[in-house]
């Protein structure tokens, strides 16, 4: 692709991206109406294949793992991992989940425990179905699209050497002249499109948080002001560490969120009811693993569906549209792994700590009660607070959550922008700064506009049902990674029949000679 190509994807997709935004902040009960409509409309009647294709997706990692297939590495057959195991679980969770995390972590089982399908609010039932749906909507399933995605990123990126872009997974099904043409340009727009609104709405949704925090334990106000100075603080922060590169500032910084956590989860633990969380989480993963065939596919076919759709399939369309950042950039940190130890590292270990979070920070709140239970979802960036100040030293693990938002939001929006200079540079491995910060600035400047707008929630929507395209996607990831290993197999074959034929032509050889 030559630069004017190159730069075409650049430019429409900033187009793409203020046209959006700017029809969010000038018409946006239209926007709403619009996005919101579309939303229903997919989740009303495709609810069904988000089922699937996740379904599918976990089925196809852990197959592809334990095939002969599994000892292929993400590169040449020489090449070695350039990060440690904790380096590289540490940018793994940061991607992957960061805000999300400190921000459902308390509020999603507490909202299932308020609010539970097919038990009475409060019971015992009720906290096994909290934890259980907690585990589900944050366990293998994303995981194993974020997995596939990267692994074939990474597998195009660094052993056929492709540029890192969505468009060169589909070489194999569609030619490389299609590829580089404008069927390719579109793939990437929208996986550039998708990346941006899902990140400006977890920087908008950590800056709402970031504040409610600070509100709780300093009275720093609530408003407009005090947001401004939060997004502008950190944006400076997360520029600052996009521009020192990768090797630095990302990984630090995601090594210093790995390190934040674990201290905020232990120290929870041990302030927290101890027995209990740990009961918890063993009898979660059992809850889980034991009904895992189950939850994969339920839908009421014949009731209200309205639980699935705000809940199951929305977090299936959400994971769906975060799968091009997410993605594209575990495949940049995943160079010289097997595809076996990838799929295992991808699937297994974020999915563990996933289910840690939840069972010790959602065991805190439903061990208050009910009436604490209702009262802290009332308001659901707020919600973690609320628990904590129940339990001694509360307000120091608040201040810890608090701390972590921040390195999260930086790494969050710090990835982001290393991604999106990736995608709009034709998949360079070391996208410019000027690229990078300008990203940078947009994503932040989006973030703003639609919070003081009061557009978040609509852009979420609305990112949600434009990634739908992504779900289709997805299945041909499949389909082109199937077929590109099999010829990668086949080659192998013939290489190393041609070594036998070889060998064996010298000693036939040899030992005509000897007999002569």
């Known amino acids: 692709m030559n630069n004017k190509q190159n730069n075409a994807v650049f430019y429409v997709s900033l187009i793409f991206v203020f046209a959006i935004v700017i029809w969010g902040i000038i018409a946006p009960n239209n926007f709403g109406t619009a996005s919101n409509g579309l939303y229903e409309y997919l989740v009303d009647h495709f609810g069904w294949f988000y089922l699937l294709s996740m379904f599918a997706l976990v089925v196809f990692s852990i197959v592809l793992a334990f095939s002969k297939y599994g000892s292929i590495k993400l590169g040449k057959d020489d090449s070695t991992?350039?990060?440690?195991?904790?380096?590289?679980f540490a940018m793994l969770f940061s991607a992957g989940m960061g805000i999300g995390l400190v921000?459902?972590?308390?509020?999603?089982p507490l909202n299932h425990f308020v609010v539970p399908l097919g038990a009475d609010p409060g019971t015992a039932a009720a906290a096994d179905f909290a934890i259980k749906k907690s585990f589900f909507h944050w366990g293998l399933h994303p995981w194993a699209n974020y997995s596939v995605l990267a692994l074939a990123l990474a597998y195009f990126q660094f052993r056929k050497n492709k540029p890192g872009?969505?468009?060169?997974?589909?070489?194999?099904?569609?030619?490389?002249?299609?590829?580089q043409g404008p069927i390719g340009h579109v793939i990437d727009i929208l996986a550039i499109f998708a990346t941006v609104a899902g990140v400006a709405t977890s920087l908008g949704l950590g800056t709402l948080q970031i504040n409610s925090g600070l509100n709780h334990m300093f009275n720093v106000p609530i408003n407009n002001h005090t947001q401004i100075i939060i997004i502008a603080t950190v944006t400076v922060l997360f520029m600052l560490s996009a521009v020192t590169g990768l090797d630095k500032g990302i990984k630090i910084l995601s090594n210093t969120n790995l390190s934040l956590a674990a201290l905020l989860m232990i120290t929870a633990l041990?302030?927290?009811?101890?027995?209990?969380?740990?009961?918890?989480?063993?009898?979660?993963?059992?809850?889980?693993?034991?009904?895992?065939?189950?939850?994969?596919f339920?839908?009421?076919?014949?009731?209200?569906?309205?639980?699935?759709?705000?809940?199951t399939i929305f977090y299936w369309a959400w994971w769906i549209a975060w799968a091009p950042f997410v993605g594209t950039f575990i495949a940049r940190i995943s160079k010289g792994r097997?595809?076996?130890?990838?799929?295992?590292?991808?699937?297994?270990?974020p999915a563990l700590g996933s289910f840690l979070w939840f069972a010790t920070f959602g065991t805190m709140g439903?061990?208050?009660?009910?009436?604490?239970?209702?009262?802290a979802v009332a308001t659901t960036e707020t919600a973690f607070f609320v628990v904590m100040s129940n339990y001694p030293l509360g307000g120091i693990i608040s201040f810890i959550a608090v701390v972590l938002l921040c390195t999260f939001f930086v790494t969050s929006a710090d990835s982001a922008t290393f991604v999106l200079g990736m995608m709009s540079s034709n998949g360079d491995l070391n996208p410019s700064n000027k690229r990078k910060i300008t990203w940078g600035i947009i994503?932040?400047?989006?973030?703003?506009?639609?919070?003081?707008?009061?557009?978040?929630?609509?852009?979420?929507?609305?990112?949600?049902?434009?990634?739908?395209?992504?779900?289709?996607?997805?299945?041909?990831?499949?389909?082109?990674l199937v077929k590109a290993l099999k010829e990668d197999s086949n080659e192998k074959a013939v290489k190393i029949e041609k070594g036998r034929s070889s060998l064996n032509r010298k000693l036939q050889i040899k030992t005509s000679i000897h007999r002569e």
Do not use: C, K
Request: no cysteine; proline share 3%.
């Open 81 to 88: 991992p350039d990060y440690s195991y904790i380096s590289w």
């Open 298 to 311: 339920h839908v009421e076919a014949f009731g209200d569906n309205s639980w699935f759709g705000g809940w």
């Open 443 to 480: 994503q932040s400047l989006l973030a703003l506009a639609l919070m003081l707008g009061g557009g978040l929630g609509t852009l979420q929507t609305a990112s949600i049902a434009a990634a739908f395209p992504f779900a289709i996607i997805m299945i041909f990831v499949m389909v082109s």
């Open 338 to 349: 097997t595809i076996r130890e990838f799929i295992i590292g991808v699937l297994l270990v």
């Open 165 to 179: 872009l969505i468009s060169s997974i589909f070489i194999p099904l569609l030619g490389e002249d299609r590829v």
């Open 270 to 296: 041990i302030l927290g009811p101890t027995v209990m969380i740990i009961n918890s989480f063993t009898n979660g993963i059992g809850l889980y693993l034991g009904n895992l065939i189950r939850d994969s």
């Open 103 to 108: 921000f459902w972590g308390v509020a999603e």
């Open 366 to 375: 439903m061990n208050l009660g009910l009436e604490s239970a209702t009262e």
